[in-house]
């Protein structure tokens, strides 16, 4: 017997010599693994679909006594190819993948969440100014997870705090790189509260999108991912330089 879903690749890890094993994020059932065989091989006929946030059918045998499922079709969906082959919006999806990584449990359908991925990624493929997508997508993944920031420009407060979580009030003393200034705040707020169609309308400068991500990524390493670090941080500042 056969099962089929659709989803998002979230992780990929190498398994023997020509074999991996594939962390699916799907609507229905959550995160699904499985293993493949062939994607080591650089013809292999599953190679060029396991690629990191490729939209996928899957077609599978369930696994009777463990998690890991067999894979027996993999095929792409909605017709994303060439934002997969957009060298730095790949770097903004391959950003989404790792956080998604941290964030979806097995075995927990969040409708919620997936809407949110597939929304993201419709936008991140029609829009040609992506400059404040990896942001956008960090606020609505916080915001899912109830750590939405609470986020003032009013000019009693000096900023936000990444470690307390908190607007800080304008006497305090702080060096400048432990605290998102009120533009920072200000364009933290727009994002949070926009939708992708008016992404493109939100202005930004290079300078003021790099220092909030910063503290937003900050924010998320302790709030959300409890001390774990975001390793595409840094491939992401260059995105924001864009």
Known sequence: MTLKSQGFIIRKVPYGENSAILKVFTEDEGLLTFIVHGLQRKKGANAPLSQLMNYVELVYY???NSEIHKL???????????LLQHPIKIQVLLFCAELLNHVVQEKAPDPELF???TTFFDSLNKEPNYVNHPLWFLLQLLKNQGLAPHLSFEEQWLGFSPETG???PRDTVLPHDKFLNLDGSLLAKQLLHATPEVLNTIPSSAELRQHTIDSMVVFCEI?????????SIEIIREVLRS
């Open 223 to 231: 709030h959300l991912l409890h001390g774990k670090r975001l390793r």
């Open 62 to 64: 369930p696994a009777s």
């Open 115 to 117: 809407r949110l991925l």
């Open 72 to 82: 027996k079709e993999i095929q792409p969906l909605q017709g994303f190819t060439g």
């Open 166 to 168: 908190c607007m800080i």
